[in-house]
């Protein structure tokens, strides 16, 4: 599995940014995808988890309302959009994946990761 994650950047307060991943190697029908960051200093923390089966997803309280997860299953590629940023949102964002079709935020249990992306958010 190979997971590509893309987008990162520099972005004001405010602003809105939109992360891609793309997936290959496999067969992604039955699996969850996943976005995590890492703020500098801090331990990994969930994001935001897409079912591929049900098109259901999950959010982090932190984010909720602003970032929106989505996906093409065709293309096998998930987004991210960043809106309203704020300088707490800087990390490095990574991509995810699980081979089953059921979320679990614990980045511990995470099958597959990409290599991360840079987000950096000035005030």
């Known amino acids: 599995v190979q997971l590509q994650a893309s987008g990162g950047g520099l972005a004001q307060a405010g602003g809105s940014l939109r992360l891609s991943c793309a997936a290959s190697g496999r067969d992604f029908s039955d699996y969850s995808m996943y976005w995590y960051r890492q703020p500098p200093g801090k331990e990994r923390e969930f994001v935001a988890a897409l079912r591929w089966k049900t098109g259901k997803s999950y959010y982090a309280d932190s984010v909720k309302g602003r970032f929106t997860i989505s996906g093409d299953s065709a293309k096998n590629t998930v987004w991210l959009q960043m809106n309203n940023l704020n300088p707490e949102d800087t990390a490095v964002y990574y991509c995810?994946?699980?081979?089953?079709?059921?979320?679990?935020?614990?980045?511990?249990?995470?099958?597959?990761w990409g290599q991360g992306t840079l987000v950096t958010v000035s005030s």
């Open positions: 995810a994946a699980d081979p089953f079709d059921v979320v679990d935020t614990a980045p511990t249990g995470i099958f597959y």
